[in-house]
């Protein structure tokens, strides 16, 4: 239900209805100084309307009654009187006595012209006039007149710090200096429409076609705009707008991008770590298959290995190189669905080293580093690599089977706090077993690690006991299915690979024949039953686990080899550098997919798909920034954490998410009379929106100047 007031009350309004009580009707309706909400009592508005009504004088008053009871879903009621004098009570009651039909349940709308009513319904229904009653008519309503005063509320959320970050950045600059001069027949540059797409992905992600509607509540201000220039985020101009970032120089924007970002937040290049995931994509896209657009270079859609484990679904390659102070991500590319990861670390490390300046960056990177093109590229440039050895490779085996026959010397190199656990130790050895290139091999061993390593044979030996036991009760079941050795060993196997102990566990297949004798059919002539004689085999199943290749692997729990040519690391600067910042990428990932929604893209051209990926790479980065702002600044400052987490509980290492989550309903308010504005009411700010103001080096004034 709402009520409308177009101006203050002037006389007090006078209704009544014969034979009815002024409070059983009204009450929902006024108290002592005016109306009072509520529901309406009996059948509401459209009950009164059903019979004779005597109207006063009112002072120019509107009542707008929506969803009253007893009327139609979506349709209204309202009641307006204007007038400087009294009305003639009497005559205009009697005029609505002669002239007032049964509305039923239709709504209508009462409105007075002078000193002449009017009943204008929705739909097929009766029209009442002073002395004419029209029935089934339709007839030209009147607009409503503004009111004089009128209060404007939107939105700033977030905004202000995202802007905070995106002019330091300097983007809108970089993007101008890349792209075509602006047409004088677009009503807004096609700049301003990247930042405003890079603003929504980074606040909240809409669909492109939705990003008007998304944009209308917003200040315009805090999105770069004028109030004029709102209309003008149609999809359409969306669209164009990334089909010119993608015919520019994207390689020379990301390149001028990421030094400014350098210099402007100081950050450390000297360690480097790179993944890559896979960004999976519904439909066929036959179009995005490699091909050359307009003389440049697209990915192709493609099916490839899922790293989303959806490998009914065409995906791209994404790649990402990210810094180790603050895990903001430095570099990226976009390659076809089906590349294999191993084959992308040379070309990538070339970029790198020209984008840092200098090859001896450490650059750190999971298994598929380790192949000998890749490696001996590095090392051969004067670069330096970390990653892990692969266990199929054989320095692996020899080790592990070495292990049997020596006592090694771990030696402690340091220690992981753990909440609500032991610490957890952890201890390196230089490897006896030599390198196949002549790198250096280190060895780790880790307690915790070793206990789920442990616990994780345990399960497997379990699980492959309980389904060998199933096997045995179907081999011994008097409806046996199989008849040969042959298929009971492959059935065997199957549950061993499946479960991954064909190492730990012996079996041996015993089998004998039984002679079973059946009855044939029985003949009238012949009444002596005749038997027939059949051979079955019957199959018995025993295993045993090898307790020798149990104890041996048992010897090897915990360890972890990596390969390096970093001589001049300790052990535990390597264990650090990644275990502690590699597992920082899987999170950008996450935030690529679930936070950011890139997945999935709501585009059909490759080359909007393309330009889109890398305005998701920006805002990966903004959100990277501002978490290594905030978390630097808190602990400089001594805090040790933040209420950010439902019902205030304690966040110690905040997230962009939880942060924007803070600002997300702040509003700014301001009253108009007559369409000029009159006040400006800026959002009154919390403790915690100024402690996080204040953590992220912006004064308050800088937020609340949006509103202005």
């Known amino acids: 239900m709402k009520y409308e007031f177009e101006s203050p009350l002037g006389d007090e309004i006078d209704l009544l209805e014969k034979g009815l009580d002024l409070a059983t009707v009204f009450d929902p309706f006024f108290d002592d100084v005016g109306f009072l909400g509520g529901e309406l009592a009996g059948d ?22 929506t969803g009253a009871l007893g009327a139609p879903a979506g349709q209204s009621a309202s009641l307006q009187g204007s007038g400087p004098g009294k009305a003639d009570g009497g005559n205009l009651l009697g005029q609505l006595a002669s002239a007032l039909l049964t509305l039923g349940q ?9 000193h002449h009513l009017f009943i204008i319904p929705f739909g097929c229904c009766h029209f009442v006039i002073p002395t004419v009653v029209y029935s089934n008519t339709v007839m030209e309503s009147h607009p409503t007149p503004q009111p004089d005063f009128q209060l404007v509320s939107r939105y700033l959320g977030a905004l202000p710090l ?41 606040v909240c992600r809409t669909p492109l076609y939705s990003l008007s509607q998304w944009a209308a509540p917003w200040t315009p201000e805090v999105l770069g705009l004028k109030s004029d220039q709102l209309g003008a985020l149609n999809d359409d101009r969306l669209g164009r707008a990334l089909d010119e970032l993608f015919h520019s120089d994207r390689q020379m924007l990301l390149s001028e991008f990421v030094l400014h970002l350098v210099r402007e937040f100081r950050v450390d ?10 960004l999976s994509f519904q439909g066929q896209y036959r179009q995005a298959d490699g091909r050359r657009v307009e003389g440049l270079e697209t990915p192709a859609i493609t099916f490839g290995y899922s790293k989303d484990h959806r490998p009914d679904l065409k995906q791209l390659l994404w790649i990402l190189t990210m810094s180790s102070d603050g895990a903001v991500p430095i570099s990226f590319k976009v390659s076809d669905g089906n590349v294999e990861d191993s084959t992308t670390h040379r070309e990538n490390w070339d970029l790198l080293r020209q984008l840092v300046g200098r090859p001896d960056f450490l650059y750190v990177a999971d298994s598929k580093l380790c192949t000998t093109e890749a490696l001996t590229h590095v090392d051969r440039h004067a670069g330096r690599f970390l990653t892990p050895l692969p266990q199929f490779r054989k320095e692996d085996g020899r080790f592990r089977r070495w292990l049997v026959t020596h006592q090694p010397d771990w030696q402690e190199v340091g220690r992981r706090q753990q909440l609500g656990r032991d610490d957890e130790i952890i201890e390196s050895l230089e490897s006896p077993i030599a390198e196949v290139h002549g790198f250096r091999l280190v060895w780790f061993r880790s307690s915790e690690k070793r206990q789920r390593d442990g616990e994780k044979r345990q399960q497997a030996l379990d699980r492959a006991q309980m389904l ?20 009971v060993a492959k059935a065997v196997d199957q549950i061993l690979q499946n479960t991954g102990t064909s190492r730990w566990i012996d079996y041996q297949i015993e089998w004998k024949n039984e002679v079973i004798f059946r009855q044939k059919k029985r003949h009238t002539q012949n009444p002596i039953p005749r038997l027939r004689r059949s051979v079955r085999s019957r199959f018995r199943l025993d295993w045993q686990p090898r307790l020798s290749e149990i104890r041996a692997d048992a010897q090897a729990d915990g360890i972890s080899p990596f390969v390096t040519n970093a001589y001049d690391l300790s052990p535990w600067e390597i264990y650090q550098a990644y275990h502690r910042h590699q597992p920082q990428l899987e999170k950008r990932h996450d935030l690529l997919k679930n936070t950011l929604q890139i997945p999935p893209a709501y585009l059909h051209s490759i080359r909007r798909i393309d330009a889109f990926l890398f305005l998701a790479y920006l805002a990966l980065t903004v959100y990277a ?19 950010l987490y439902p019902e205030g509980r304690p966040c110690r290492a905040p997230t962009a998410r939880r942060l924007f989550a803070v600002f997300r309903h702040l509003q700014n308010h301001t009253l108009f009379k007559r369409g000029k504005p009159m006040q400006s009411f800026p959002p009154e700010l919390t403790s915690l929106q100024l402690e996080l103001l204040d953590l992220l080096d912006i004064q308050k004034s800088r937020y609340l100047s949006c509103h202005q």
């Open 468 to 487: 060998l036991d199933q096997l045995q009760v179907r081999l011994q079941g008097p409806r046996c299915r199989f008849k040969h050795r042959k298929t």
């Open 625 to 643: 920034l501002v978490e290594r702002e905030l978390r630097r600044n808190m602990a400089q400052r001594a805090v040790a954490q933040l209420p």
């Open 44 to 65: 509401g508005f459209l009950f009164l309307l059903r019979r004779p009504v005597g109207i006063g004088t009112v002072a120019s008053v509107g009542i707008s009654v």
């Open 106 to 114: 239709s709504a209508g709308k009462i409105r007075p012209v002078g």
């Open 162 to 202: 995202v802007n905070h970050f995106l002019q330091r950045l300097r983007l809108e600059p970089l993007l101008s200096a890349q792209l075509t001069p602006p047409d004088r027949r677009c009503k807004i540059s096609t700049t301003k429409v990247l930042l405003v797409l890079l603003r929504n992905l980074v």
């Open 269 to 278: 290049l000297g360690q480097l770590h790179n993944d890559s995931t896979s």
